[in-house]
């Protein structure tokens, strides 16, 4: 599976918490045979944007990064079809609160959308959340 293109997310068919969003934000997506680019692009809190870029290998080697500020190591893995990419993170935050989330990625049939399951879990609690980005 190739997730390479541009997405805008698609706040109808968003779920944070179980609950509809307004939330704005792009992925800008480039994928080659052995490692993928992910560009996320979202409105800041007061003007401008928040644009984090992070690249992961897509054989499942465990990558050392920084991420926001904070030390971050993150894998990917794929279902047995092929079909679902799903990223692992362990970040460590202040005072050794570690944060482990996984993103699991699929493309709809016909390609034009992208759905990410959400979940983290940390000492503050945990978070859920299911994404849909359509195809720019």
Same mark, same amino acid.
């Given at each position: 599976?190739?997730?390479?293109? !541009?997405?805008?997310l698609?706040?109808d068919?968003?779920l944070?918490?179980g609950q509809r969003t307004?939330?704005q934000?792009?992925?800008?997506?480039?994928q080659?045979?052995?490692?993928?680019?992910?560009?996320?692009?979202?409105p800041?809190?007061?003007?401008?944007?928040?644009?984090?870029?992070?690249?992961?290998?897509?054989?499942?080697?465990? !990558?050392?990064?920084?991420?926001s500020?904070?030390p971050? !190591?993150?894998?990917?893995?794929? #279902?047995?079809?092929?079909?679902?990419?799903?990223? #692992?993170?362990?970040?460590?935050?202040? !005072?050794?609160?570690?944060?482990?989330?996984?993103?699991?990625?699929?493309l709809s049939?016909?390609?034009?959308?992208?759905?990410i399951?959400y979940? #983290?879990?940390?000492a503050?609690?945990a978070?859920?959340?299911?994404?849909?980005?359509?195809?720019?």
């Open positions: 599976t190739n997730f390479l293109g !541009k997405w805008s698609n706040s068919k968003t944070v918490q307004s939330a934000g792009e992925l800008d997506i480039h080659e045979e052995n490692s993928i680019t992910i560009k996320r692009i979202s800041g809190r007061h003007q401008g944007q928040v644009i984090t870029t992070e690249e992961l290998t897509l054989d499942g080697e465990i !990558k050392d990064s920084v991420v500020g904070k971050t !190591k993150s894998a990917v893995s794929w #279902s047995p079809d092929g079909k679902k990419m799903t990223i #692992s993170y362990l970040i460590l935050f202040a !005072k050794n609160d570690i944060r482990t989330t996984i993103e699991i990625w699929a049939e016909d390609g034009k959308s992208l759905s399951n979940s #983290s879990k940390s503050k609690g978070r859920t959340a299911h994404y849909v980005y359509d195809r720019k």
